[in-house]
């Protein structure tokens, strides 16, 4: 009998939650879209649940028993909420949530009226996908409400589409998509494409808060959100709340981060005076009203969202990077992590005949000395990539641990090669064939071609691709390395093998006679 086959990686996600190993499941797709549509918030004095809290109250005011947010993720108590806000340059108010008739409204009774879609979940949500349709026009909320009012239960329902606010395909295709680097470590993508035949604007502001429990109890801390870091990389802010560790947002390059308190807006809609100046709605007030002063300027908050204000082009799109984590401020959070993404991606719902891949990722700080072994290195922050393979069979040779700092546009180049070129294959291997054998790993025929095709196009004589270790060999001298290093760069066994890539002088070859890094002494 044949020996069942190793588990997939979501498979062995399942089993470590369910051992209790880790908490895959810790946070999810928890965050209602209308959470002001439920009867839970009702505290009116008819039970008339919904008129109590309609759709224009919702930006406004704090909830109690949920919070919502369009393709949102939260942790399983629902205490720090992540969702994506958006705004068109038109629309009279932020899109925070999906728009819905009540049972009032609707000819069908309560009815959401827009266009999402689930794309993609695994059961541990260490994968989740989402598609928004976003109009560029204004947004016709009055217009569906009078119009399912004018329709009995015998018509059809009167629905977004057949308002013309999609007319001449003016919207926006807003892809959500997050990706867990482990259990507390999401990585989150939003891509933005304009479906128009015209350069269109569309503000984008994920937005990070706390449910509002701290009004619950007198005397109750009120957790809060601060600048951790800010630098030409990126803002990181800091998440802190009495139940839950410490959670870092790494923003990428915004154009600026709002801060505000998820406290009911009482003098907007009761005529009371509000406890404090920052509250819920202070980001539509900001961005649509144009309102400045409603958000707070000591950029403190339990409610607070990296503004990016863009332009895209007809037919183009646009991607934002953010990344959520309980891991602390990271050195490079969308350099080699989003790779591992890319790669997870690809290979999300696809198994080995036997062995696992395994990829992480550590921090370093690179100084000039530890350049000297990696010449295109320079000194600072890096992201370091361990690669291992665990197989059952031998004829899959284990691949040994490498940890190599690349630099970011190599990174990047492997990113797009991982997105845009790499064939859909079951093979796990990062560079595969494009033709027969498709999908299997390159070989060494197919590396001399690609590098004779370089020299090539660079004008240069083509020699041997071996020449390139020849080369690394006496840059690595040049620049003071010691024989050593360069034995241990180019993981040569033999003393005699390293004297002829690099001309040495034997007698500084002793220095090389140790123990190698994964084999016998």
């Not at 109250?57 to 949102?72: F, L, N, P, T, V």
């Not at 004008?459 to 360069?486: D, Q």
Request: charged share 25%.
């Amino acid at each position: 009998m044949n020996p069942p086959p190793p588990p997939t990686a979501e498979e062995a996600r399942l089993a470590e939650a369910r051992e209790g190993k880790a908490p895959w499941r810790l946070w999810g797709p928890y965050l209602s879209e209308r959470q002001w549509g439920t009867v839970r918030e009702d505290y009116s004095a008819d039970g008339d649940a919904w008129r109590y809290l309609p759709h224009d109250h919702a930006r406004s005011r704090a909830y109690r028993w949920g919070e919502d947010g369009i393709a949102g993720i939260s942790d399983e108590a629902q205490r720090l909420c992540f969702a994506l806000a958006l705004w068109n340059g038109a629309d009279p108010f932020l899109k925070e949530r999906l728009f819905g008739l009540s049972g009032h409204e609707g000819n069908h009774g309560e009815d959401v009226k827009e266009y999402c879609f689930y794309v993609d979940n695994v059961p541990s949500h260490a994968y989740m996908k989402y598609l928004y349709k976003y109009p560029q026009r204004a947004f016709p909320y009055a217009d569906l409400v009078a119009g399912n009012a004018r329709r009995t239960r015998l018509d059809p329902e009167y629905e977004l589409l057949d308002t013309g606010v999609f007319d001449d395909d003016r919207y926006f295709d807003v892809e959500v998509e997050y990706a867990k680097a482990g259990p507390t470590d999401v990585l989150v993508r939003v891509t933005a494409t304009n479906r128009g035949a015209h350069a269109a604007p569309l503000h984008l502001l994920p937005t990070l808060w706390f449910r509002n429990d701290w009004s619950w109890k007198d005397g109750q801390p009120r957790p809060r959100i601060v600048v951790d870091r800010e630098d030409a990389r990126g803002t990181v802010l800091r998440a802190e709340h009495r139940s839950l560790p410490p959670y870092w947002l790494h923003c990428d390059a915004p154009g600026e981060v709002l801060f505000t308190e998820n406290d009911t807006n009482g003098e907007r809609l009761f005529g009371a005076a509000n406890a404090t100046p920052w509250v819920k709605d202070a980001m539509h007030a900001c961005v649509v009203d144009g309102r400045r002063d409603a958000v707070n300027p000591a950029r403190t908050g339990s409610k607070a969202a990296p503004h990016y204000a863009l332009t895209i082009d007809a037919g183009a799109a646009a991607t934002i990077r953010l990344r959520l984590t309980a891991g602390g401020v990271l050195a490079d959070p969308f350099g080699l992590d989003e790779i591992v993404l890319n790669l997870a991606t690809h290979v999300r719902g696809s198994t080995l005949s036997a062995g696992t891949l395994r990829l992480t990722t550590s921090a370093a700080l690179l100084s000039q000395a530890d350049c000297v072994a990696h010449p295109d290195a320079r000194p600072g922050e890096y992201v370091l990539l361990s690669v291992a393979q665990v197989s059952d069979e031998p004829a899959l040779p284990a691949l040994a641990h490498l940890f190599e700092p690349l630099p970011a546009t190599t990174g990047a180049a492997i990113a797009a090669y991982l997105e845009q070129e790499r064939p859909k294959t079951r093979n796990r291997a990062v560079f595969v064939r494009h033709h027969t054998p498709r999908g299997e790993p390159v070989g060494p025929d197919l590396v001399r071609k690609a590098i004779r095709q370089a020299f090539a196009r660079a004008g240069l004589p083509y020699t041997r691709s071996h020449l390139l270790r020849h080369t690394m060999a006496n840059r690595l001298l040049a620049g003071g390395a010691s024989l050593k290093e360069v034995a241990d760069v180019l993981r040569h066994r033999s003393l005699n093998t390293t004297m002829i890539y690099a001309k040495l002088d034997s007698r500084k070859l002793t220095a090389v006679a140790l123990p190698w890094p994964g084999s016998a002494a």
